[in-house]
């Protein structure tokens, strides 16, 4: 997992900054050349939703997704502990729905292209599937951790 994980945290940086180069570049080319390149916008788009996809499974791993922990407090530490055992294997169950139905896109998406750059939509919805199985593998091992432990909740 180690190898993984700085692949991903490696790509996440790779694509933020080409998102901020894009942006400054779009930016600029519009209030400096009164034109800015009809690319610009969609590729800055897609960057954000791999950039945001992709830091999905770092969220995952850290416990920093938002969550409504108001309930949560008021539980003794065994059920707290079971409570985010039984969270975290509805969210096993969920990322493995997106990354089934994100295969599913992505067959479909062969068959289409972006309006502005022309590029098959199968490698924009390709993060779907990617971020899916890093968030199921992030997810699993949160869990099973959680299991595995006989103290609080993490």
Known sequence: MRTIRKTTDALIVSLFAALVIVVFFQVVARYVFNQPPAW?????????????????????????????????????PAARRRMDILIGLLIVLYV???????IRLMIVGRF??????GIPMSVVYAVLPLSGALMFMESLLRTWHLI???GEAA
């Open 40 to 76: 610009s916008e969609e590729l800055a788009r897609y960057l954000q939703v791999w950039v945001i996809l992709l830091a999905s499974p770092l969220c995952i791993r850290r416990g920093s997704h938002l969550a409504v922990d108001y309930f949560s407090h008021r539980l003794s």
């Open 96 to 102: 493995s729905v997106v990354t089934i139905f994100g």
């Open 148 to 150: 595995r432990s006989r």
């Open 112 to 117: 289409q292209v972006s309006a502005a750059m």
